[in-house]
């Protein structure tokens, strides 16, 4: 949550009443008029609640920043699956997400953060890397859009290589472009092209993957399954995921792309969940652990949360009260796992693992 979402945390810790407003935006089968038509009846709904918080003065200017957004076609066209929008104090934040989402209003003291958890948790934002031989291109993705990236700064194979002829060997050296390295020679034979992958991978480990590890995000990779095996022989940093996608990024169409990325994350999410269920049942058994929320408060008033588990059923009447636990939780560098009703392990709504 701080790595993804520091406007989140900063405006969580703000004094005043909050409305969390959630919306699905589905662009496959609906009338693209009909987000916006289903925002203003949420904004209506958003009204009748703050009226009764807001003084005449803040209800206005609240209401204004939902209308605008309302009417303007740019903020629709730039939606997802669903988005997540905050607004307090005057300050609005809004956030893609890559999942359909229930539509729902809620105003109370602190952000509603436990359907944004929920979604991100199931497939964050990420980097799909995609390989051939001699190239490499950069995708920024949320599992429901995908945009090239072209401002990583790393030179092309062909801006490293000059003057290629038919029999030399390459090496490399110093460069004064973008980069501290390049390539100098001649165009190789049929059996130096390995090598030259070899040496383009390296190239790409020591300057492409500092700009990944500086986005925080993880990385796919995509490609025939021997550059795939190379470049993972060149690279073993832990930004790039283990699951692949299995062949080249042009191989997919948008929505088969998108069910093999949802594929990837549910398979490390189930090995999360998993792990997760096992540590909290050892903590259960080692009293470093519990279910019983007296016990849950008291531990977050001395920052001992470890991991707090939330099941996605819980009560509409208990929402305010877990949220301000996510709050406590991440303020003391805790995390939060939003638990499937299907993990049969967990039978409490909510459950917190201990530090000590």
């Known amino acids: 949550m701080e790595r993804l979402h520091p406007k989140i945390r900063a405006l969580n810790d703000e004094s005043g009443i909050v409305l969390s407003l959630y919306q699905s935006t589905p662009h496959v089968g609906s ?4 987000n916006a038509i289903r925002f203003k009846n949420l904004i209506r709904e958003a009204e009748e609640k703050l009226s009764q918080h807001l003084e005449r003065k803040d209800l206005k200017e609240a209401m204004e920043i939902l209308r605008d957004l309302q009417s303007d076609t740019v903020f629709w066209n730039d939606r997802s699956e669903a988005f997540a929008l905050f607004l307090r104090n005057g300050k609005v934040l809004i956030y893609n997400l890559s999942e359909a989402v229930e539509d729902r209003v809620v105003v109370q003291e602190i952000l509603h ?29 949320d599992g429901a859009n995908l945009t090239e990236v072209e401002d990583h700064g790393v030179l092309s194979f062909n801006e490293l290589y000059s003057d290629l002829d038919a029999n030399a060997d390459v090496n490399f050296g110093s460069y004064g472009g973008k980069t501290g390295t390049a390539f100098h020679g001649h165009r190789s034979p049929a059996e130096m092209k390995e090598k030259d992958k070899e040496k383009y ?6 300057n492409l993957t500092p700009y990944l590890v500086e986005k925080a995000m993880p990385v796919i990779i995509s490609g025939v399954r021997e550059n795939m095996a190379d470049w993972r022989a060149a690279e073993s940093n832990e930004i790039y995921l283990q699951e692949d996608l ?58 001992k949360i470890e991991t707090l ?9 208990e929402k305010e009260e877990f949220d301000h636990l996510v709050q406590e939780c991440f303020q003391m560098g805790g995390s939060v796992v939003m638990v499937p009703v299907s993990v049969k392990e967990m039978e409490t709504r909510i459950a917190a693992r201990f530090r000590y």
């Open 309 to 317: 588990f939330i099941r996605v059923d819980y009560r509409d009447e």
């Open 201 to 206: 991978y390296r190239y790409l480990s020591e």
């Open 113 to 141: 953060l436990l359907p944004l958890l929920a979604a991100e948790q199931h497939i964050s934002s990420h980097y799909i890397l995609d390989l051939g031989r001699d190239r490499f291109s950069l995708h920024l993705g």
């Open 31 to 34: 009338d693209p008029g009909s």
């Open 246 to 303: 299995g062949k080249p990024l042009h191989d997919f169409d948008s929505q088969s792309l998108k069910a093999a990325v949802l594929e990837i994350f549910e398979q490390i999410q189930d090995e999360k969940l998993q792990l997760g269920m096992e540590s909290l049942a050892k903590g259960l058994v080692d009293e470093k652990a519990s279910t019983k929320m007296d016990d849950i408060k008291s531990a977050a008033e001395e920052c």
